[in-house]
């Protein structure tokens, strides 16, 4: 399973989720300096008792105060937890611009249809496109329910008639079907909307 989906990842998913956020940290390793309202001043007023007691940290986003109180063997477990965190996004960074996910990004609904629109596309430029949807296909449809395959073209063709239930047999006869698909074939300039509208017809269809 892909790291989308990885328990890995989902446990750490999100500093805050694992306390891990500027103000959870601050909590743990310390307290924040109070202000009161004193009435016969008429304002609220900061208690000064911490004042060169406690290290200080001054919140930028409100200016709240923090009494830093932790010792230095917290400090340390907190910097570990954050490389750590950080370390996973990385990975997570990674993954989403790899491979397929770098130019389809991360297809995440379960019921789609991939219009094909190859236009007047040179040999070349043709194989590369039928590369790419041939990665997209191995690596990110095989993980979810149902797909389709419509090209636009002036006949559209369609590799089947409704979306089809995933498997490996499916996938390998998609993309079978896509490489044999001819180079250049008779194109109108409402083609790409008409396999669209086709495409959308399917109510199962969420993408």
């Known amino acids: 399973q892909s790291l989308v989906s990885s328990s890995e990842w989902l446990q750490h998913y999100g500093l805050k989720r694992n306390k891990l956020s500027l103000s959870q940290i601050l909590s743990q390793i310390g307290f924040q300096h109070r202000k009161d309202y004193v009435t016969t001043l008429g304002k609220p007023v900061a208690s000064r008792y911490a004042d060169g007691l406690f290290p200080q940290y001054k919140r930028a986003q409100d200016g709240s105060v923090y009494n830093l109180t932790a010792k230095k063997e917290l400090i340390l477990h907190f910097v570990d937890c954050l490389i750590g965190a950080i370390e996973l996004y990385k990975q997570r960074m990674e993954w989403l611009t790899s491979e397929s996910r770098q130019i389809?990004?991360?297809?995440?609904?379960?019921?789609?249809?991939?219009?094909?629109?190859?236009?007047?596309?040179?040999?070349?430029?043709?194989?590369?496109?039928?590369?790419?949807?041939?990665?997209?296909?191995?690596?990110?449809v095989i993980q979810i329910s149902r797909f389709n395959l419509i090209r636009a073209a002036q006949d559209l063709m369609k590799w089947?008639?409704?979306?089809?239930?995933?498997?490996?047999?499916?996938?390998?006869?998609?993309?079978?079907?896509?490489?044999?698909?001819?180079?250049?074939?008779?194109?109108?300039?409402?083609?790409?909307?008409?396999?669209?509208?086709?495409?959308?017809?399917?109510?199962?269809?969420s993408s």
């Open 104 to 140: 389809f990004g991360v297809i995440q609904e379960q019921c789609i249809v991939i219009v094909l629109d190859f236009g007047t596309a040179a040999p070349t430029e043709f194989d590369l496109c039928r590369d790419a949807l041939s990665m997209v296909l191995v690596e990110q």
């Open 160 to 205: 089947q008639q409704k979306c089809t239930p995933v498997s490996e047999h499916t996938v390998k006869s998609a993309v079978t079907w896509l490489w044999k698909l001819d180079h250049m074939t008779a194109v109108s300039h409402t083609s790409s909307a008409e396999a669209l509208l086709e495409a959308m017809g399917d109510e199962a269809v």
